[in-house]
């Protein structure tokens, strides 16, 4: 049982210790679904709420442009010593705050403005950063963007070094954060040999299974990984970039001085606790339960007749095209709100309605695998969903399988 430690806030500031509590609660009430979420352990909640929150460390360790840093100096080098051995990485910058910047960074250093690149299009699966037209990142560069396979629904590498070949790109990104199969690295970094285009990753949401050593790590052979160190490998709210030594330089100077000022010297510290846990052998287990439960919850959707994106998921998350249960995702993220399980609205590849208005839903399993559950409430779950979704305009029915989430909450609650 985990705590969160707020004894003296309760006194002081009765609102903020109310509002903390309540959503303890909502978090120990519901199934969270979200797959970019997880539940971090009392030693990183911890490490987050410690006196490192005090400093500022401009710079990097052992060079800062302010005294007293001789202890954050070790507790960064400790992170970094730690996501090197956890990635195999020659080289390892722990400051960026969170996802956008990091890969806002490795375009900084690697790219002039206007400079071509090559990433997934946000509906099929990318991020805003991977060169959106209203982020900066298709703003500042001449983003070409590539997609799935219309039949499969998959990642077609041939198409994709096809239109590397066309465009010509300086950059191909790979690494998404609404695409449940398995990427094949080894191929992306053939094709960006063929056209000499720097090669690089963004890993946010499986980072925890290539940690956990599911899937292939492509930190040795890659120019630049990025990832985000909250989603599955379950660390504190923030991000870094791992990346081959002769990169590191420019690398580093786009992190500090060229984007951000001091570094969070607690979630630092707070990344070093959980990448040391990552190191753990539990982890593996871990990492290969949340695809396990992912693959039983994808399995008991499709046998309810939801339409699941690819036919299933190798990962941590599954789309499901809930038009093929006469719903909108939106109507089904809202459902869902009322039975306690929490998901996030979501477009499927080839959607002809928008990010606000798209055809289905994302779920992912890292947050119910760490509550311990295994695939025997991954299945039960599934059912949750499905009835709720078969029945979204039945109050009572919803009601109904609200108490029965609540019910299978109660076995799992995880802090005191
Ligand atoms: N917001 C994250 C996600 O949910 O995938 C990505 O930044």
């Not at 990183?44 to 990097?60: P, Q």
């Given at each position: 049982m985990y705590k969160q430690h707020l004894d003296y806030l309760k006194d002081q500031d009765s609102k903020v210790f109310e509002l903390l509590e309540k959503?303890?609660?909502?978090?120990?009430?519901?199934?969270?679904?979200?797959?970019?979420?997880?539940?971090?352990?009392?030693?990183?909640?911890?490490?987050?709420?410690?006196?490192?929150?005090?400093?500022?460390?401009?710079?990097?360790?052992?060079?800062?442009?302010?005294?007293?840093?001789?202890?954050?100096?070790?507790?960064?080098?400790?992170?970094?010593?730690?996501?090197?051995?956890?990635?195999?990485?020659?080289?390892?910058?722990?400051?960026?705050?969170?996802?956008?910047?990091?890969?806002?960074?490795?375009?900084?250093?690697?790219?002039?403005?206007?400079?071509?690149?090559?990433?997934?299009?946000?509906?099929?699966g990318g991020h805003l950063t991977h060169g959106h037209k209203v982020n900066f990142s298709g703003k500042l560069y001449n983003?070409?963007?590539?997609?799935?396979?219309?039949?499969?629904?998959?990642?077609?590498?041939?198409?994709?070094?096809?239109?590397?070949?066309?465009?010509?790109?300086k950059l191909i990104?790979?690494?998404?954060?609404?695409?449940?199969?398995?990427?094949?690295?080894?191929?992306?970094?053939?094709?960006c040999d063929e056209v000499n285009a720097f090669c690089m990753a963004d890993v946010a949401h499986i980072a925890g299974l290539i940690a956990g050593g599911v899937h292939e790590n492509p930190v040795p052979y890659f120019d630049a990984v990025t990832t985000t160190t909250h989603k599955s490998l379950r660390g504190p709210r923030g991000a870094m970039i791992m990346c081959k030594e002769e990169f590191a330089e420019k690398i580093d100077k786009a992190v500090f001085p060229g984007l951000q000022g001091g570094p969070h010297d607690h979630i630092n510290a707070a990344k070093a606790v959980a990448f040391g846990e990552a190191l753990e052998p539990s982890f593996k287990d871990y990492a290969q339960q949340i695809v396990k439960n992912a693959q039983a919850l994808a399995k008991t959707l499709s046998d309810n007749g939801l339409r699941v994106?690819?036919?299933?998921?190798?990962?941590?998350?599954?789309?499901?095209?809930?038009?093929?249960?006469?719903?909108?995702?939106?109507?089904?993220?809202?459902?869902?709100?009322?039975?306690?399980?929490?998901?996030?609205?979501?477009?499927?590849?080839?959607?002809?309605?928008?990010?606000?208005?798209?055809?289905?839903?994302?779920?992912?399993?890292?947050?119910?695998?760490?509550?311990?559950?295994?695939?025997k409430e991954s299945e039960q779950i599934g059912m949750f969903i499905s009835e709720a979704l078969k029945n979204s305009k039945d109050d009572a029915k919803l009601e109904e399988i609200k108490k029965q989430t609540l019910e299978l909450c109660k076995q799992f609650r995880f802090y005191e």
């Amino acid at each position: 049982m985990y705590k969160q430690h707020l004894d003296y806030l309760k006194d002081q500031d009765s609102k903020v210790f109310e509002l903390l509590e309540k959503e303890k609660e909502r978090q120990m009430e519901g199934i969270e679904l979200i797959a970019s979420e997880n539940v971090v352990s009392q030693g990183v909640l911890e490490a987050m709420g410690s006196v490192a929150t005090n400093k500022y460390s401009e710079g990097y360790p052992h060079k800062r442009y302010y005294g007293g840093n001789d202890v954050i100096d070790e507790i960064e080098d400790l992170a970094i010593d730690r996501a090197k051995q956890l990635f195999n990485a020659e080289h390892v910058n722990v400051q960026p705050l969170s996802g956008s910047p990091a890969n806002m960074a490795v375009y900084f250093a690697m790219l002039e403005l206007k400079d071509t690149a090559l990433g997934m299009k946000l509906t099929e699966g990318g991020h805003l950063t991977h060169g959106h037209k209203v982020n900066f990142s298709g703003k500042l560069y001449n983003f070409e963007q590539y997609g799935v396979d219309k039949e499969t629904e998959r990642l077609d590498y041939d198409a994709i070094a096809e239109q590397a070949a066309k465009v010509k790109p300086k950059l191909i990104l790979s690494g998404y954060t609404a695409y449940p199969r398995e990427i094949d690295f080894k191929r992306f970094r053939k094709i960006c040999d063929e056209v000499n285009a720097f090669c690089m990753a963004d890993v946010a949401h499986i980072a925890g299974l290539i940690a956990g050593g599911v899937h292939e790590n492509p930190v040795p052979y890659f120019d630049a990984v990025t990832t985000t160190t909250h989603k599955s490998l379950r660390g504190p709210r923030g991000a870094m970039i791992m990346c081959k030594e002769e990169f590191a330089e420019k690398i580093d100077k786009a992190v500090f001085p060229g984007l951000q000022g001091g570094p969070h010297d607690h979630i630092n510290a707070a990344k070093a606790v959980a990448f040391g846990e990552a190191l753990e052998p539990s982890f593996k287990d871990y990492a290969q339960q949340i695809v396990k439960n992912a693959q039983a919850l994808a399995k008991t959707l499709s046998d309810n007749g939801l339409r699941v994106v690819s036919g299933g998921t190798d990962n941590h998350l599954i789309l499901a095209d809930v038009t093929s249960i006469g719903l909108r995702g939106k109507e089904a993220e809202t459902t869902l709100d009322k039975v306690g399980i929490y998901c996030n609205k979501n477009t499927v590849p080839f959607d002809t309605g928008s990010p606000w208005d798209p055809s289905g839903i994302r779920l992912g399993t890292p947050v119910l695998t760490t509550r311990g559950m295994k695939e025997k409430e991954s299945e039960q779950i599934g059912m949750f969903i499905s009835e709720a979704l078969k029945n979204s305009k039945d109050d009572a029915k919803l009601e109904e399988i609200k108490k029965q989430t609540l019910e299978l909450c109660k076995q799992f609650r995880f802090y005191e």
